[in-house]
């Protein structure tokens, strides 16, 4: 009986043990996770502060490189620098928002850019500011790249 009392007793405390080893390692897991989330957005935002820097300098060659792999199946370097005349171009760029998907392999990004026109022929540059929605995928490298509105399947 007291062995009985015993074993019961060192079983309990064992359940406790267990039970707070259990409890310790999801909250860690939910840390783990959230701490990940935290640093993959701030790659994401370096990586999308990069691409619209090169893109505002007219650096679109390193834009380029940052474009989504399939879109560089489609258009070639030589055909992607010769839009270094644009028409449209970028001033004080500003991410307002990054929004993951749940899997961590897409993103949406809100940017806050200036957006500065001169149609051809006209004597004024118009500006504006404006509010770009970008869509990035995470690729099997583990680099984010910029995927072109005209890509985009819905």
């Known amino acids: ?18 039970a707070f080893t259990v409890i310790a390692a999801f909250t860690g897991c939910s840390k783990q996770k959230q701490k990940t989330v935290q640093d993959e957005k701030a790659a994401l935002k370096g990586r999308v502060t990069a691409y619209w820097q090169a893109k505002a300098s007219g650096d679109l060659s390193k834009a380029y490189d940052m474009e989504y792999p399939l879109l560089k199946k489609e258009v070639s370097r030589d055909d ?3 839009n270094k005349k644009m028409l449209v171009k970028y001033q004080d760029i500003a991410i307002q928002e990054v929004e993951l998907d749940k899997g961590g392999n897409a993103a949406d990004i809100k940017i806050k850019v200036v957006a500065r026109v001169k149609p051809p022929g006209a004597k004024n540059t118009f500006k504006a500011p404006v509010v770009i929605t970008d869509h990035w995928v995470k690729a ?3 680099k984010w790249y910029h995927v072109p509105k005209n890509i985009i399947k819905k």
């Open 80 to 82: 992607y620098l010769k």
């Open 140 to 142: 099997e490298d583990g």
């Open 1 to 18: 009986m007291i062995i009985n009392r015993l074993f019961r007793q060192r079983m309990g405390v064992l359940c406790l043990v267990l």
